[in-house]
C-alpha cells in the first residue's frame, strides 16, 4: 500500500502500546510499521520479553522508532492465555502507569496520541493525566468487538451451563442478531460476579474503551461493513477507522528474503513441485503458535488427512508431546509435508498451489487467509474464534465449518471426508467467495476504503498534535 506523508512541520510523535500477547502484539507492530510509513515518531512500550519483536524495524527507521522498556514484566509473553491469566496482565500493567507518566514529564518532544489495545482500557484516563488523547486498538475483528463490548457492559445472565440445558447467549441488537453457545464465549466473559471489585474493574476498563477519542480496527469495510457501522452507532461518533488487513497482502518475496531457512526452502521447493494443473490442491493445516492440540485431535487429523488422498501440509506445533504417529513422514512422502515449530504461513497461503487452510479462526489468521484468496475450513479453539469463524461461514460465505469444538476433535473418517470435499466438492464453490474476498481487500488497499481510512486518521491525528 502507498504511504501519503503527513505534512507537518515536525513529525507528529505517537505512543503505541500494545497488549503483550503475541496475537495482539503482532499486528500492533504492523500498525507501527504503517505509522512510521506516514511519516509519524512512533514510540513504543516493550516489556523485557517483548524487547527485540522491534528489532527488524529499527534499522529501516533509525531517526522516528522509538522504544520505552517496561519492567517487570507481568507473565511472560509466550505464557498460556488461560483466562485468568489474562485478567492477572491487566491488572499488573496497570501498577507500570507511574514509569509512563515519569518518561513523558522528562520528554523535551512527548506523544500527542497515545494508541494502545482494548485490554489496555485504564489508559484512557492515563491519557487524560497526561493531556492527550487515547484511541483503542483493536487487533479483532469488529464483530468480535462488538460480542466483547456487549458482554463486557451488558452482562447477560449468566448460569453454568450442563448438557442438559446448555445456555446460549443471543444478541438481538447485533446486526444478524446472531447467537452462540455459552462455550464458545466462555474465554471472552468474566466468570465473576456482578458488583465485585474485579467486575467493576472489568466494566471500568472496557468503558475507558468506549469513551476514548476512537477506534483504530484492523479490519477492512468490505469485510465487515455492518458491524464497524453498528460500532460507531453504538459510540455515537464516526472516529472508527477500519485500517486492515494491516499485514501487507503479499509477503511472498519478503519472507523469501528474511526467512531464507532450511526448512523455508524446503517447504517453498515442495510447493512448487504440485503438478501445473493441480492449482489450489493443496489443504494447509496450522492453528497458529499459541494452539496446542491434544493426541486424540492429532491422531484423528493427521490419519485423516491420510485417509484423504489430497495433498497437504500440516503443522503440529513445537510442543514434542504431541506430534503425527511413528512413520507418519515417511508413508505420505511426496503427498504431505510435516512442519514442527514456525511456518512461513504467508508464503504457503499466497503459493498458487494452497487452495484450503484449516485454521483455529484467530484473526490475524483470518485475515491472511482472506487476503491470500482461500477457503478457510473452521476448526476454533477458543477466545473470539468461534466469532470469527461464524463470521467467515454463515456471513461471508468464504469458510465451511471444519469442527465446532475446541475439545471434541472429528474422526480420521470425518476429516478425511472434509479434506476431499473442500478440495474437490463444497470447496471449490467457498474458494470463489475467497477469491472475491481477496479481490475486495486488493481495493481496500490500494485506494479504496482502507487508504481512506488511513488518510483520515493521520489527518485525525495532527490535528490532535496541533491541539484540536
Not at 472508527?240 to 532450511?262: C, D
Not at 481487500?441 to 487508504?451: D, E, I, P, Q, Y
Request: glycine fraction near 8%; proline fraction near 7%.
Amino acid at each position: 500500500m502507498s504511504a501519503a506523508k503527513v505534512e507537518t512541520s515536525q513529525p507528529l510523535h505517537v505512543l503505541l502500546y500494545p497488549f503483550p500477547s503475541s496475537g495482539h502484539t503482532i499486528p500492533a507492530l504492523h500498525l507501527t510499521h504503517h505509522l512510521l510509513c506516514r511519516n509519524f515518531t512512533v514510540t513504543v512500550l516493550l516489556l523485557p520479553s517483548t524487547a527485540t519483536l522491534l528489532d527488524s524495524l529499527l534499522p529501516l527507521f533509525p531517526s522516528s522508532l522509538h522504544t520505552l522498556l517496561l519492567h517487570p514484566d507481568p507473565l511472560p509473553f509466550n505464557a498460556p492465555t488461560h483466562k485468568q491469566d489474562l485478567f492477572a496482565k491487566m491488572f499488573a500493567l496497570r501498577d507500570l502507569d507511574p514509569q509512563i507518566i515519569s518518561w513523558f514529564r522528562s520528554h523535551p518532544s512527548p506523544p500527542a496520541a497515545v494508541i494502545s489495545d482494548f485490554f489496555l482500557g485504564w489508559t484512557n484516563k492515563l491519557a487524560s493525566q497526561l493531556g492527550i488523547k487515547r484511541l483503542v486498538f483493536s487487533p479483532s475483528g469488529g464483530l468480535a468487538l462488538n460480542i466483547m463490548n456487549s458482554l463486557w457492559l451488558n452482562r447477560p445472565d449468566f448460569t453454568k451451563p450442563s448438557v442438559e440445558n446448555p445456555l446460549f447467549f443471543s444478541f438481538p441488537q447485533l446486526p444478524n442478531s446472531p447467537s452462540y453457545p455459552a462455550s464458545h464465549l466462555s474465554d471472552l466473559y468474566p466468570e465473576v460476579d456482578a458488583g465485585d471489585e474485579e467486575w467493576n474493574s472489568f466494566t471500568e476498563f472496557w468503558s475507558d474503551n468506549m469513551a476514548s477519542h476512537g477506534f483504530v480496527v484492523n479490519s477492512f469495510t468490505e469485510l465487515e461493513a455492518v458491524h464497524l457501522s453498528y460500532l460507531k452507532t453504538q459510540l455515537g461518533h464516526d472516529r472508527v477507522w477500519a485500517v486492515g488487513p494491516l499485514a501487507p497482502l503479499n509477503k511472498h518475496r519478503q519472507s523469501r528474503q528474511h526467512f531464507e531457512t532450511s526448512l523455508f526452502s524446503r517447504v517453498m521447493a515442495w510447493l512448487d513441485e504440485r503438478p501445473t494443473g493441480s492449482h489450489h490442491s493443496v489443504i494447509y493445516v496450522c492453528f497458529g503458535s499459541r494452539t496446542i492440540l491434544t493426541r486424540q485431535q492429532m491422531e484423528a487429523l493427521s490419519t485423516g488427512l491420510d485417509r484423504s488422498g489430497v495433498d497437504f501440509i500440516l503443522c503440529v506445533g513445537s510442543d514434542p508431546t504431541v506430534d503425527v504417529p511413528e512413520g507418519y513422514e515417511e508413508r505420505v512422502a511426496g503427498r504431505g509435508f510435516v512442519i514442527r515449530g514456525w511456518a512461513p504461513q504467508v508464503a504457503i497461503l499466497s503459493h498458487r498451489a494452497v487452495g484450503s487452510f484449516v485454521t483455529h479462526c484467530g484473526w490475524n489468521s483470518v485475515l491472511e487467509g482472506v487476503s491470500a484468496g482461500v477457503a478457510m475450513l473452521t476448526w476454533p479453539m477458543g477466545a473470539e474464534q468461534f466469532v470469527n469463524a461464524r463470521l467467515l461461514v454463515d456471513e461471508l460465505g468464504a469458510g465451511m465449518r471444519f469442527s465446532e469444538s475446541g475439545v471434541k476433535a472429528p474422526g480420521a473418517d470425518e476429516v478425511a471426508q472434509l479434506a476431499r470435499e473442500a478440495v474437490r466438492g463444497r470447496g471449490v464453490e467457498i474458494r470463489k467467495r475467497a477469491v472475491e474476498m481477496r479481490a475486495a481487500a486488493l481495493t481496500a488497499v490500494n485506494g479504496g476504503s482502507t487508504k481512506m481510512a488511513w488518510d483520515d486518521l493521520a489527518k485525525s491525528l495532527s490535528r490532535l498534535g496541533s491541539g484540536f
